[in-house]
């Protein structure tokens, strides 16, 4: 890879994603990735059983889908992770947005909860990968080495909040080639700071490698709710840095698909 390639990858398809988050993405000219969950936007499903958080609707999903620096990917119909919802909710979003496939290259799948079964994945889901067009499936943090001390440092920094240990933690998330046809994301919780995450974009920046980040819900000032709102002010600076560097030219701000593209070497 020629620079790191950073992404901001939504999930559930909530309102905020795109009253809050979206004007400041246009703002910024940045790309990112917006994982739907179907039954969530149509009301099927209790949002209660989901989070607090209003969905969006299908014409707002339809703008962005519209927006070609966006993309539009699966996060079950039911916020599951077997193949038949993984299958509904992709279907039922390409049918809605009247597509063949969510990007050109086929459709991108982030596990709900990251609760994916490796044992469903190997038996059920790998089998028909190719079928469903699906090209990627998002899980969460991974360790590759050190895991009892990457986890420590990971706990005892929800405390301390040091940049450093913050990236040293999640460095094995960071990402330069695919294994298999698994892209892995840092999640953003509410109580981490601008600067623990530059200070992982930066790493991304030194070690020429992928990093992911998960968002929930962007929100205003004092509206933190769960761990999974993220700060409407601080999304703001956030996207200001990262946009800063890749003026700079020292990284690319782009969608999960391309980034998994790019590690599987289709350019
Ligand atoms: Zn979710």
Same mark, same amino acid.
């Given at each position: 890879? *020629? +620079?790191?390639?950073?992404?901001? =990858?939504?999930?559930?398809?909530?309102?905020?994603?795109?009253?809050?988050?979206?004007?400041?993405?246009?703002?910024?000219?940045?790309?990112?990735?917006?994982? /739907?969950?179907?039954?969530?936007?149509?009301?099927?499903?209790?949002?209660?059983?989901?989070?607090?958080?209003?969905?969006?609707?299908?014409?707002?999903?339809?703008? #962005?889908?519209?927006?070609?620096?966006?993309?539009?990917?699966? !996060?079950?119909?039911?916020?599951?992770?077997?193949?038949? %919802?993984?299958?509904?909710? $992709?279907?039922?979003?390409?049918?809605?947005?009247?597509?063949?496939?969510? &990007?050109?290259?086929?459709?991108?799948?982030?596990?709900?909860?990251?609760?994916? %079964? #490796?044992?469903?994945?190997?038996?059920?889901?790998?089998?028909?990968? @190719?079928?469903?067009?699906?090209?990627?499936?998002?899980? =969460?943090?991974?360790?590759?080495? !050190?895991?009892?001390? @990457?986890?420590?440092? +990971?706990?005892?920094?929800?405390?301390?909040?040091?940049?450093? $240990?913050?990236?040293?933690?999640?460095? %094995?998330?960071?990402?330069?080639?695919?294994? %298999?046809?698994?892209?892995?994301?840092?999640?953003?919780? =509410?109580?981490?700071?601008?600067?623990?995450?530059?200070?992982?974009?930066?790493?991304?920046?030194?070690?020429?490698?992928?990093?992911?980040? #998960?968002? !929930?819900?962007?929100?205003? @000032?004092?509206?933190?709710?769960?761990?999974?709102?993220?700060?409407?002010?601080?999304?703001?600076?956030?996207? !200001? *840095? /990262?946009?800063? $560097?890749?003026?700079?030219? @020292?990284? &690319?701000?782009?969608?999960?698909?391309?980034?998994?593209?790019? $590690?599987?070497?289709?350019?």
């Amino acid at each position: 890879m *020629e +620079r790191a390639l950073i992404n901001f =990858s939504f999930d559930d398809g909530r309102r905020d994603n795109f009253d809050i988050a979206y004007p400041i993405l246009k703002h910024y000219n940045c790309p990112a990735t917006f994982n /739907i969950t179907t039954g969530y936007i149509t009301g099927e499903m209790k949002k209660e059983a989901l989070t607090h958080a209003e969905p969006m609707n299908m014409a707002q999903i339809q703008e #962005m889908f519209n927006d070609p620096s966006l993309e539009i990917a699966g !996060h079950g119909y039911w916020h599951k992770n077997t193949l038949a %919802d993984i299958t509904d909710g $992709l279907n039922s979003l390409k049918r809605e947005l009247k597509v063949e496939k969510l &990007t050109k290259w086929g459709n991108g799948f982030a596990s709900p909860g990251t609760a994916l %079964d #490796m044992e469903v994945y190997n038996n059920e889901i790998k089998p028909v990968l @190719k079928n469903e067009q699906l090209q990627y499936i998002r899980l =969460s943090l991974r360790y590759k080495s !050190h895991v009892g001390i @990457k986890t420590f440092v +990971r706990k005892l920094n929800r405390i301390l909040h040091w940049p450093c $240990l913050y990236s040293y933690a999640y460095k %094995d998330t960071l990402m330069s080639s695919a294994e %298999d046809v698994f892209l892995y994301a840092v999640p953003i919780l =509410s109580s981490i700071s601008v600067a623990e995450i530059m200070a992982l974009v930066r790493r991304a920046v030194k070690e020429k490698k992928a990093c992911v980040l #998960m968002m !929930h819900s962007i929100v205003e @000032k004092g509206r933190i709710r769960d761990p999974w709102d993220f700060e409407k002010d601080k999304f703001e600076s956030l996207v !200001h *840095e /990262i946009t800063k $560097l890749q003026a700079e030219g @020292k990284l &690319t701000i782009t969608t999960s698909m391309n980034i998994y593209q790019q $590690l599987k070497g289709n350019n």
